[in-house]
């Protein structure tokens, strides 16, 4: 049965339609599958073969979880009460800490992307309750072999795919969709999906929450390839909207939204943008 929740924000933002016959490339894309029930957190790599790229301590949830603390359970846990967007499990990750500490997860894909093909990207995100504030950003990032760097900062790479700037993914109740499509050079084999901009640069919009860190919780991750030729809203630089196809929205420095998607409802409008920082708070439950 498909539980998806399909929001009016998001689908303005994000709605996609992939072509008919289209593969998904992730493996265990729902978090669904477990080498062993998560008990804790840290323990992505028990949803295989989801791992952390870096030294960061990303977490599976899933609803065979115990309760207590500290608790990755779905849909109840320590960071909050969700359902999953899918099925009964889902990845988590923090997206800002001191010192730039952040964490990711990455999966394989099933086969290498092909060079000069478009690929759909598109996954579920929802803020956790306990996050004193939530970001704009978050992005999936593709390359050829596994990302293994040997510190938990920020990855400081140009992800291919990412949501908007000054749009904030501040909803703990629902889902959004972040997704967008981009033209692959060939070989990429790997996602990686997080926040990719360090805590200078990373625009965060404050909520009242005595708990000093922003996490996220993610599911239904897609990649699929698509029909690069269908008119798609594209915004631009300047904050404007138009629709072209994708390599013509690439062209002009745009992002483009994806196949079915349309300049109705102001999809590249800005929001008010603020800075802040916060404490590392999970990492004394390790």
């Given at each position: 049965?498909d539980r998806?929740?399909?929001?009016?924000?998001?689908?303005?933002?994000?709605?996609?339609?992939?072509?008919?016959?289209?593969?998904?490339?992730?493996?265990?894309?729902?978090?669904?599958?477990?080498?062993?029930?998560?008990?804790?957190?840290?323990?992505?790599?028990?949803?295989a073969?989801?791992?952390?790229?870096n030294t960061?301590?990303?977490?599976?949830?899933?609803?065979?979880?115990?309760?207590?603390?500290p608790?990755?359970?779905?849909?109840?846990?320590?960071?909050?009460?969700?359902?999953?967007?899918?099925g009964?499990?889902?990845?988590?990750?923090?997206?800002?800490?001191f010192?730039?500490?952040?964490?990711?997860?990455?999966?394989?894909?099933?086969?290498?992307?092909?060079?000069?093909?478009?690929y759909?990207?598109?996954?579920?995100?929802?803020?956790?309750?306990?996050?004193?504030?939530?970001?704009?950003?978050?992005?999936?990032?593709?390359?050829?072999?596994?990302?293994?760097?040997?510190?938990?900062?920020?990855?400081?790479?140009?992800?291919?795919?990412?949501?908007?700037?000054?749009?904030?993914?501040?909803?703990?109740?629902?889902?959004?969709k972040?997704?967008?499509?981009?033209?692959?050079?060939?070989?990429?084999?790997?996602?990686?999906?997080?926040?990719?901009?360090?805590d200078?640069?990373?625009?965060?919009?404050?909520?009242?929450?005595?708990y000093?860190?922003?996490?996220?919780?993610?599911?239904d991750v897609?990649?699929?390839?698509?029909?690069?030729?269908?008119?798609?809203?594209c915004?631009?630089?300047?904050?404007?909207?138009?629709?072209?196809?994708?390599?013509?929205?690439?062209?002009?420095?745009?992002?483009?939204?994806?196949?079915?998607t349309?300049?109705?409802?102001d999809?590249?409008?800005?929001?008010?943008t603020?800075?802040?920082?916060?404490?590392?708070?999970?990492?004394?439950?390790?």
């Open positions: 049965m998806r929740i399909f929001l009016p924000f998001a689908c303005a933002f994000f709605a996609f339609a992939g072509p008919a016959g289209a593969v998904n490339l992730v493996p265990n894309p729902g978090f669904e599958n477990y080498v062993s029930c998560p008990t804790g957190f840290s323990q992505l790599y028990q949803a073969p989801w791992t952390d790229p960061g301590t990303s977490d599976a949830y899933n609803a065979c979880s115990p309760g207590g603390f608790s990755v359970n779905v849909p109840a846990n320590t960071f909050g009460y969700q359902a999953a967007h899918g009964v499990g889902y990845g988590g990750f923090l997206v800002r800490n010192n730039d500490y952040h964490e990711y997860v990455q999966a394989p894909l099933a086969s290498p992307l092909s060079a000069a093909t478009t759909l990207v598109e996954f579920w995100v929802s803020l956790a309750d306990t996050s004193n504030g939530a970001v704009d950003r978050l992005g999936a990032y593709f390359q050829a072999g596994p990302l293994s760097v040997g510190t938990n900062t920020t990855l400081l790479l140009v992800p291919q795919v990412e949501s908007p700037v000054n749009t904030y993914l501040n909803d703990t109740v629902n889902w959004i972040v997704s967008g499509t981009f033209v692959a050079a060939g070989g990429e084999d790997h996602i990686v999906i997080g926040n990719f901009h360090d200078a640069t990373t625009n965060v919009q404050p909520l009242p929450s005595a000093p860190g922003i996490n996220y919780y993610v599911d897609l990649v699929e390839a698509v029909d690069p030729g269908v008119d798609q809203a915004c631009l630089s300047d904050g404007s909207c138009t629709l072209t196809t994708p390599g013509e929205c690439q062209a002009l420095g745009g992002t483009p939204l994806g196949a079915g349309t300049c109705a409802g999809p590249c409008g800005p929001v008010p603020r800075n802040t920082s916060w404490g590392a708070v999970k990492g004394t439950y390790r």
